[in-house]
């Protein structure tokens, strides 16, 4: 039965207002979807007001966030319009009641309002995701854009300071060792270890250059003026002589001399262990076994703790690692391989001081970052999708070393020597960033 009320306002003392004398019905509070009183009466943007349930039930069926009578689409997530829902019960209070009361019973309108609500409030943690976002970046967009500026400066002057530099140190893996000067042969045996700067001198006093190295042998170096005793360190000396012979060059054994022999091999093994470091050395282990792989393993995963004469030869003639080195190794590469990288590093830092800390820092981000990612699968129940993910990573960084071998030879090297040099000291400073929003967006989310 349609209430009416009627609606009365008296003259104000003093004043001259019209005098109010109406009645107003239901009707005029009715919602264009079910045609009865209007309850917890939603505005949408083009201003038709509907039932808070019609409207669940509307979007329920439809899937559609636009208006059920004109069609327009609103904006954001619409609300109740508290100011004509007080005036709805204060006007028809038992209409209202007797509604209520009917609604409470229907478990269709429950379950509706209920994945209404939920939408709603995934859309509004979806806008104040976005606010803050928009935020940091208009905050420090003007810093961002400075700090790119200054380090793509730095990183050409950094190049061309570094490629000017290149010449000094990779001279003597180029260069014959036949035509080798008593001084580069000096800075051959000094590279050979901490020990050997004991025996420069007398080097130097024998005015040993390439040619007459080439000749000298085991017992030789016991006389004078060489007189070296220990026999370890002239089987060392005489083992990397024979190398050195082979070859007819230095071998490279450091990195900016394995840079120097093989330019592109270290941009691609220093971008691929960034991106991909169990495919990197798997590629290490079947290409590269001598030169790059057993170094890097006995490096990372060493045997017991040996005297200074085991030392002193066992990174000269390498020998297979044991069963013991391949467990330590692949536990660590199934689950920590960016910590490999580290552990080598760390074990360079007299070499590569500042080189080594970048490594050492850029491997622990990329293992924060990986775990960010497998949290992520976990988290949103995608692990099923795993093994997609690794083949569709595999299959990317199969086709970029294909690309780097097909165009190597065609790019400017100093092109070549910027793409290393920002790898190898920049990409920590990305990655810090990186991670940063990683956090923030985990605080987030918690909030």
């Known amino acids: ?48 007001s509907f039932c808070r349930h019609c409207l669940a039930l509307w979007w329920v069926s439809s899937k559609k966030t636009e208006c059920p009578e004109c069609r327009d689409k609103w904006e954001g997530f619409p609300k109740v319009n508290i100011l004509l829902r007080d005036v709805i019960e204060k006007l028809f209070p038992d209409t209202i009641k007797e509604k209520y009361e009917d609604l409470e019973q229907s478990t269709e309108i429950a379950r509706a309002l209920q994945a209404f609500n939920k939408y709603g409030n995934e859309q509004n943690q979806s806008s104040s995701r976005e606010g803050q976002a928009n935020q940091q970046r208009g905050g420090g967009g003007f810093f961002s854009g400075v700090l790119t500026a200054l380090t793509a400066v730095a990183v050409v002057l950094l190049v061309y300071h570094w490629s000017s530099r290149e010449s000094e140190h990779d001279l003597l893996v180029h260069k014959p060792v036949s035509k080798w000067t008593p001084e580069e042969v000096v800075l051959w045996l000094e590279q050979l270890g901490p020990w050997a700067s004991h025996y420069k001198e007398r080097f130097l006093l024998g005015r040993v250059n390439g040619r007459l190295l080439l000749t000298l042998a085991e017992e030789e170096f016991s006389k004078e003026p060489y007189s070296i005793e220990s026999n370890s360190h002239r089987k060392a000396i005489i083992m990397e002589l024979e190398r050195v012979k082979t070859l007819g060059v230095k071998p490279p054994q450091n990195l900016w001399e394995y840079k120097a022999v093989n ?3 270290s941009l691609f093994l220093l971008y691929a262990l960034k991106s991909s470091p169990r495919l990197s050395m798997l590629y290490m282990y079947l290409f590269d076994y001598s030169e790059t792989f057993l170094p890097f393993i006995h490096t990372t995963c060493p045997l017991e703790e040996e005297d200074e004469e085991d030392i002193i030869t066992k990174f000269i003639d390498l020998q297979d690692p044991t069963w013991t080195q391949w467990r330590e190794f692949l536990v660590k590469y199934a689950f920590l391989p960016y910590q490999l990288l580290a552990e080598f590093a760390w074990d360079w830092l007299e070499v590569h001081y500042w080189t080594s800390r970048f490594i050492i820092v850029n491997a622990m981000l990329l293992t924060v970052l990986e775990l ?23 299959w990317k960084m199969s086709t970029q070393g294909v690309f780097v071998a097909i165009f190597w030879p065609v790019i400017p090297q100093f092109v070549c020597n910027c793409l290393f040099y920002w790898a190898l000291y920049f990409n920590p400073i990305i990655n810090i960033d990186l991670v940063v929003k990683k956090f923030r967006r985990l605080e987030t989310q918690a909030m």
Request: a neutral charge; hydrophobic letters at 30%; charged letters at 20%.
């Open 1 to 48: 039965m349609e209430e009416d009320v009627k609606l009365e306002s008296a003259k104000s003392e003093g004043g001259s207002g019209p005098k109010l004398d109406r009645n107003i019905s239901v009707s005029e509070f009715s919602c264009n979807c079910c045609y009865d009183i209007l309850v917890n009466p939603t505005t949408l943007n083009c201003g038709h």
């Open 263 to 265: 330019p592109g091999k």
């Open 372 to 394: 960010f990612s497998f949290w992520r699968l976990w988290s949103s129940s995608q692990l099923r999708s795993l093994p997609r993910h690794m083949w569709g990573h595999f």
